[in-house]
């Protein structure tokens, strides 16, 4: 066996394994093999059989890895042979990759890595050998010599990633598939020959989708001058998916994921913005700073405004598709063909507040013929006829009383129904999370797991924390807290080399970090809040409380930061509260709650109970409890966290599985 060495800082090497979403990690193995004339990639994840993962194993049909270039190539950070090329060897495949830093994001799903190659030698007959190394040592790789392949061998690269020592709830999910489908949508669009597999299901995006529709969106020109092309690409699927705009390459290689900000309901889509300034912000890592650059900023809304004017041309053509079958149906009140521009005109609207209805009450289009010929005939008649028959249909079928029917008057003045309805259910749903996280809290409390459960569905709810914070990261080293730190604060071009440390050497994580801007008369000063999350069964004892005053202290003395104006705040949460800990946190001389607070340097580090977040929550949404006349139970807040939290609630608040059928998508 060889011994290769890295030639890479290893901080380095170690800031390329941060990486959020697995399936990213795992899809830029895929990536490489296809980079490699691959026509069939198969990856198979095996369980452990305790929820976990026992190996992640990526095989494929490529050209495999040269011997002579892999001891070069793994030696040198971005050293790989596609750097300088457009095109793969033999395929003529556009490549994915040029960094030669794919192979190391394999170490963030496990902590051994190990490349088996099969390739043909110089002399034409087929060799295999092997490289691997650990997560702990990342500059050091052990490679075999090569030796002649047995018969019946093909060559193919197989990357085996095994002592997984942590959950991969993106990658176990069902959803797997789902985000695989979407992230290799356009290459296999291209490439239709290539068969992609994962856990034995073929990755088959085109056959889900419905629709593929492309438009170019008005240069954008930037500060510099430069004047940047973009095209957005809009995939629409037959079966529900979570809406994205993904930010892609000229040639659509995702890179980086989003909501798509956009309201469009009815529709299961995926939009792809396609541009070669997509690929120059991700080489510059600036990709996820759209706040920082105005460029990618209005790149961004170009594209959300492209969607918008997409999708209210298919709700056009929707409607007239939904009037059409109202019509078979003999349930549509009007009949013939419009006589004048009036009626032409009242048809147009109608339709539009027919559709509405259709999309917005899910069970209009189920009810009975009679039923639904009676609706659309009031609905037309409130349109033609009076403002007075809008009123009674108000006060007779929806039984709104005058004075309501007023007050609802001089609020659309002011704002929308939709924008009423929408704050209505933002209280609402806040009512069912709080009601529901307590029933996790105090009834599976033994099965709830902080890291990859309490945790991720926390840092979607970040309101619980207080309305003045923003998320800004989660489930970080002390290290990227201060980094973060200092791009809010404008100084991103100071790099953060050196680690910060506790006061007894080790590196401290934290869960949640949140941020504030305090406005001042003549500076900036901000207020950041780190939450300690432990798991509800474990108490916050003096060992704990002790842990957050260490890494309080950690990031206060750090000289990048000790003589400026910025707070910190630590709060260490789980159900309860040892005695020890909660005597020294009602101290008269402080706030209760306080465990320590540092007469010199801005920290405070508060401990709390799951019971007073909660009543503190409930107290702030009370006043909008009562008007709303709203009360969460037990079976509507285990609803909500079904819908809104499936992947991260423990297995026995799990729906039943239902059986079912899968027939061919409607024509």
Not at 85 to 107: D, K, P, Y
Not at 200 to 224: F, H
Not at 595 to 611: A, Q
Request: net charge neutral; glycine share 4%.
């Amino acid at each position: 066996m060889k011994k290769l060495t890295v030639q890479v800082q290893a901080d380095h090497l170690e800031r390329m394994l941060n990486i959020r979403r697995p399936i990213v990690a795992l899809a830029e193995l895929a990536w490489n093999s296809l980079d490699a004339d691959a026509t069939t990639v198969v990856l198979n994840l095996k369980e452990n059989g305790l929820g976990g993962l026992e190996r992640i194993r990526v095989e494929d049909d490529g050209h495999g890895i040269d011997y002579e270039e892999a001891l070069r190539v793994f030696q040198n950070l971005g050293g790989s042979w596609k750097r300088n090329q457009r095109r793969s060897r033999s395929g003529n495949r556009i490549l994915h990759g040029q960094a030669g830093e794919g192979r190391f994001r394999a170490f963030a799903l496990g902590r051994t890595v190990t490349w088996e190659s099969c390739f043909k030698a110089a002399d034409g007959k087929l060799r295999i050998f092997s490289l691997s190394a650990r997560k702990e040592d990342l500059k050091s790789f052990s490679v075999s010599d090569p030796v002649e392949a047995p018969q019946g061998r093909q060559a193919g690269t197989t990357v085996t990633i095994t002592d997984i020592d942590r959950n991969l709830p993106g990658l176990q999910s069902g959803k797997a598939v789902e985000e695989f489908s979407e992230l290799f949508a356009l290459y296999l669009r291209n490439y239709p020959n290539i068969r992609l597999v994962f856990n034995g299901k073929n990755i088959e995006p085109l056959s889900l989708a419905s629709r593929v529709e492309s438009n170019a969106l008005p240069p954008l020109t930037l500060d510099d001058g430069r004047q940047i092309r973009a095209e957005l690409e809009i995939i629409e699927w037959w079966a529900p998916m979570e809406r994205a705009l993904v930010l892609c390459d000229a040639h659509g290689f995702a890179l980086s994921r989003q909501p798509p900000g956009i309201q469009a309901p009815g529709f299961n889509f995926t939009a792809y913005l396609k541009s070669d300034y997509v690929r120059e912000l991700e080489v510059n890592q600036a990709l996820h700073l759209e706040e920082l650059h105005p460029g990618l900023r209005q790149l961004i809304d170009s594209a959300k405004q492209s969607m918008r004017d997409y999708f209210r041309k298919r709700s056009a053509e929707k409607a007239v598709s939904v009037v059409e079958e109202w019509k078979k149906q003999k349930v549509y009140p009007y009949e013939g063909q419009p006589k004048n521009v009036i009626e032409q005109s009242e048809r147009q609207v109608f339709d539009v507040c027919a559709l509405n209805i259709h999309d917005y009450l899910p069970d209009f289009e189920k009810s009975d013929p009679l039923s639904k010929r009676l609706s659309l005939r009031l609905l037309r008649q409130a349109i033609e006829e009076s403002p007075e028959d809008v009123q009674r249909i108000l006060r007779d079928v929806l039984d709104l009383p005058r004075e309501k029917q007023t007050e609802l008057a001089e609020l659309l003045d002011k704002t929308t129904l939709s924008s009423i309805i929408n704050a209505a259910k933002l209280v609402a749903d806040r009512l069912e999370f709080l009601k529901g996280l307590e029933l996790l809290l105090y009834d599976t409390r033994e099965e709830l797991r902080e890291v990859d459960q309490l945790h991720r569905m926390l840092a979607e709810q970040t309101w619980v924390f207080g309305e003045e914070f923003n998320l800004s990261v989660d489930d970080e080293s002390l290290t990227t807290v201060l980094r973060r730190h200092l791009e809010l604060t404008g100084r991103r071009d100071e790099v953060v080399l050196a680690p910060v440390l506790q006061p007894d050497g080790r590196r401290g994580r934290v869960d949640l970090m949140f941020s504030r801007r305090i406005p001042q008369q003549r500076a900036e000063e901000r207020e950041h809040l780190i939450v300690e999350l432990k798991r509800p069964s474990q108490s916050i004892d003096l060992t704990v409380a002790a842990q957050i005053q260490r890494y309080a202290q950690a990031v206060a003395k750090d000289e990048r930061f000790r003589d400026t104006t910025t707070r910190w705040v630590f709060w260490a949460i789980s159900n309860d509260v040892d005695e020890m800990v909660r005597s020294m946190s009602r101290q008269r001389s402080r706030a209760r709650g306080i465990f320590y607070e540092d007469e010199h340097l801005p920290i405070r580090v508060w401990v709390k109970s799951w019971g007073e977040l909660l009543e503190d929550c409930r107290g702030r949404l009370t006043f909008f409890q009562d008007q709303l006349k709203y009360s969460a139970d037990r079976d509507t807040a285990l609803d909500y966290l079904r819908r809104t939290h499936a992947k991260y609630l423990p297995t026995s608040l799990h729906e039943p599985a239902a059986s079912s059928s899968v027939g061919s998508p409607p024509t």
